[in-house]
Structures are given as C-alpha cells and as structure tokens.
C-alpha cells in the first residue's frame, strides 16, 4: 500500500474536490490506488478491478464497513449493515416488495407518476423542486403502495430523512436523521396497520418479519432511494435538454432512452462510496488489504476508470455491457430499487419532452454542489415557451 505525500490534485473531500473529483481520482487511478486518507485509519479504493473484487468478496463485510456510522447515527440493524443469514433474512422480503414482479405491477403507475409531475410544470418551474423531488416522491410511493391521501405527509419524511444518507454526520445532523427516521417508522406504522389486503405494505408486515425490521426496509428504501433518484433525475434532464440531438433521438427512438440511462446511471453515480472492512488479509488487483482495515470502495471513481469503460467520461447508449458500473454496488448488497430507477428514469424523460416540446434551461452549464453524498447539481429553472 502507498502513502502519497505530493499529488499535484486537490485532497481527497477538499471543496475543490467535492466540485470536482475527477482530477483527483484520476490521479490516485493512476498513482495510489490503495491510498491511506490523511487522518483516518481509512483506505480509499478507486479502481474498477478493485472495488468490483471487494463487492464479491465475503471477507470485506458491510457489518465491519457500517460499524462506526451505526455507532455514529444510532441506526438500526438493517441489510445495509449486516451480512450472511441475517443480511439474507432481511433481504428476502425487501426483494419480495421492491424485485421484478413489484416492477411488472407498477409499471403503468410510473407513466401516471411521471404525467402528474410534467403537467403542471411552466416557465419559471425548477428542475429539481418541481420535477425531480415530486417525481422521486411519488415514485417511492407508487411502489410501496401508500394511498394517494398520504403522498404529501411521505414526501415531507422523505425529505427529512434525507439528512441521514450521509455516512458520517456530523452530531447536529446524526440527531436530526435519528429524529427524522423515528418520525418516518411512526407514519409507515400506522399506515401498515391500516393497510389494505393485498396492498405491498400489507405484504410486507404478513412477511413474518417482525414490525421493526419491516419499518427498516421502508427506512432503508426511502433514505436511500429518494435523495439519490431526485438528484439523477436532475443530471439526466439536464443533459438531455442541453442537447438537440439526444432529446430527438428519445423522443424518436423506441429503446433508447433506457440505454442511455443506464450510461447516465454510471456516468453520475449519485452514491459515490460505500464502506466495508476487511474481516482477514485480502489479495486485491492492485495490493494487499490487511485484515481489520475499513475500506472506502469509491464507486464514482470505479465508473469513471478508462481501464473499465472507453471514454468514461461521455454518456453513451451503446456500451457493450450497459450494466457492468458500481452505481448500484454488486454482489450480496446490489441495489433493490435498482429495476425502478432503471424503469422511472426514461419513463419521466420521454413523457417530459412529449407533454413540453419546447421546454429549455435556463442555465446551460451542469454545476456541481459541494457536497459528497450524494452528488447533488445545482437546479436551475424551466422555460417552456
Ligand atoms: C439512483 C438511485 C439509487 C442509487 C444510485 C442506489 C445505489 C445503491 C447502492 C450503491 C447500494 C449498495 C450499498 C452497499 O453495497 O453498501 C444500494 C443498496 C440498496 N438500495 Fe439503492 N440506490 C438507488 C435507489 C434506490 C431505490 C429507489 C430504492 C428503493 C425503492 C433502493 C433500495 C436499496 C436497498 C434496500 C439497498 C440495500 C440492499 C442490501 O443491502 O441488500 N435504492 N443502493
């Protein structure tokens, strides 16, 4: 493992790096691959070969990786933070409300979810206030099933818990998504209890998981989910109304927008990093992980590496292997909204440029906030003359 002492690039989480990462990650692709944070006991991976081998390989474990921001927010066991059996057990009823079958049935709730959102829209709407974050809201609640009277109390949790994505809050924050999440398991408990039969959340609560761990896997999906898919959609709206061709070619060409997405998915990948320790030495492409070292698996990086994706850093919808990024993780963990981002994303964007033809933005240029999780653009307002 190297130690570099003079990069010529912005630290690693400076402000000039949360503006922009990509000169930095560069650089340790290059130069430092297995490189020691400044201050830390941490080990920041940001190659494609690496961070793919850490996902699959059982002796990193998400429980280890998740121990100190457990210690640090108070969160709960849940399948982020746990592994083997009691990771599977809770996983199974997770997938059984979130997996392919979930999918099939709401499909023609996102089209509906996506023309709520479009249509009041007029010049002077924001992107994100008024696109991304009502799309994201009712997405979430399309899958889970929460009746249309209670959309507007779901959207307020989900913005409140937003505060607890961050992997290392500070105490303010670390209080105040503790205080979110007990808010949020309060509301999706007695909407269960109310739940009509059949519906997903009364699924959920009849999955023999008890009512705690079944609150978590809302928790989890709308902490998770909801932040990240707001601030992809905004990406990807922006990118494509910034271009005359790519928006006529969704428009015109069956197919693809979801190409497209899927690279706009790697491209931006909003969860930058995951943590995880290594339960034992592990030979990795680049070096050796010694056991009990926490490892920070930079995906944002992973996906921009030239040696994993030929000109990482344009959207393009004809990859050979559209699939092969980390923006969802891989392995034990993948991402179980995965399928609905990858079905919502070209549905919000082909009803968006249907319903307003002519709808433009305001401000060109994609700008980024200095923030670190998730990558958060800036927004910037509509015109639809
Ligand atoms: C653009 C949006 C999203 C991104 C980039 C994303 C990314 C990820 C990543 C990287 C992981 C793996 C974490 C790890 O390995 O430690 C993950 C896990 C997970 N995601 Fe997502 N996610 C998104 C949206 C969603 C949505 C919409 C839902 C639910 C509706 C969701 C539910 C979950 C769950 C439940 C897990 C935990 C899986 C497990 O630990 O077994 N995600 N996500």
């Known amino acids: 493992m190297s130690v570099a002492t003079h990069s010529p690039v912005a630290p690693l989480f400076s402000f000039a790096f949360l503006l922009n990462p990509e000169p930095t990650l560069a650089w340790l692709r290059e130069n430092d691959p297995l490189h020691a944070l400044a201050g830390t006991d941490l080990i920041v991976l940001t190659r494609y070969e690496d961070c793919a081998a850490v996902f699959i390989e059982p002796a990193f474990t998400a429980a280890g990786g998740q121990a100190r921001r457990v210690e640090a927010s108070g969160a709960p066991v849940s399948m982020l933070n746990t592994d083997g059996p009691q990771h599977h057990s809770l996983r199974r009823p997770g997938a059984a409300l979130l997996g392919p079958p979930a999918l099939r049935r709401v499909l023609p709730g996102l089209a509906a979810a996506a023309g709520a959102v479009v249509a ?20 979430l609640t399309t899958v889970l099933g929460i009746p249309p009277d209670q959309v507007a109390s779901f959207d307020r949790h989900a913005r409140a818990v937003a505060v607890a994505l961050d992997p290392m809050p500070r105490p303010a924050s670390a209080r105040a998504g503790q205080d979110a999440v007990a808010a949020l398991h309060a509301f999706a408990d007695e909407l269960m209890d109310a739940a009509l039969a059949g519906s997903p959340l009364a699924q959920l609560a009849a999955s023999g998981l008890d009512r705690p761990d079944a609150l978590g896997i809302i928790t989890l999906a709308t902490v998770g989910g909801w932040s990240p898919l707001a601030e992809l959609t905004t990406v990807a709206v922006h990118r494509v109304l910034g271009d005359p061709e790519l928006r006529a070619r969704i428009v015109r060409e069956k197919g693809f927008a979801a190409r497209w997405c899927e690279d706009a998915i790697r491209w931006h990948t909003p969860i930058p990093f995951v943590s995880r320790r290594a339960d034992r030495d592990v030979a990795l492409p680049s070096g050796i992980v010694p056991a009990g070292t926490q490892v920070l698996v930079h995906i944002g990086s992973a996906d921009r590496d030239p040696s994993g994706f030929d000109a990482p850093g344009e959207i393009r919808a004809d990859r050979d292997h559209p699939r092969d990024h980390l923006a969802f993780g891989a392995g034990p963990h993948y991402c179980l909204g995965a399928g609905l981002v990858r079905a919502a994303l070209p549905v919000l964007l082909t009803t968006l440029l249907s319903a307003h033809p002519q709808i433009a933005l305001r401000a060109k240029p994609l700008v980024w906030q200095a923030s670190a999780f998730p990558r958060r653009p800036i927004s910037t307002v509509l015109d639809l003359a």
């Open 120 to 139: 009041p829209l007029h010049s002077g709407s924001d992107l994100t206030r008024d696109v991304s974050e009502p799309y994201a809201t009712r997405v």
